[in-house]
């Protein structure tokens, strides 16, 4: 089992940033990719960004790429997701999440065996 626990949510203007945190506990070493997706109210989940554990390759949905960046640190079992010029469609609940079959990019929700409890970004205009 991998327990997730996300942090780093709330709320900030149009134009700032926000980074969030995945700290993961367990057995970690069974784990080849964490990712971030997020839900916003009436929405279907969707992935953001995901990061490979092994060799930190890294894929981003294209609404994001450019703005953020998901980062890792392994002695620390630590998923970062760095989120710059936020804007009001950013809005929703983040989910980390943490997979084991290693398919590249794993970009689908069934992917991922293990999600952390979620963390509610709001950006304001």
């Known amino acids: 089992q991998v327990q997730l626990v996300d942090s780093g949510g709330g709320l900030v203007q149009a134009g700032g940033s926000l980074r969030l945190s995945c700290a993961a506990s367990g057995r970690t070493f069974s784990v080849n990719d964490m990712a971030w997706f997020r839900q916003a109210p009436g929405v279907e989940r969707e992935f953001v960004a995901v990061?490979?554990?092994?060799?930190?390759?890294?894929y981003y949905a294209d609404s994001v790429k450019g703005r953020f960046t998901i980062s890792r640190d392994n002695a620390k079992n630590t998923v970062f997701l760095q989120m710059n010029s936020l804007s009001p469609e950013d809005t929703a609940v983040y989910y980390c999440a943490a997979g084991l079959n290693g398919r590249w990019p794993p970009r689908m929700s069934q992917d991922y065996n293990y999600w952390g409890q979620g963390t509610q970004v709001t950006v304001s205009s």
């Open positions: 990061i490979k554990r092994n060799t930190a390759w890294t």
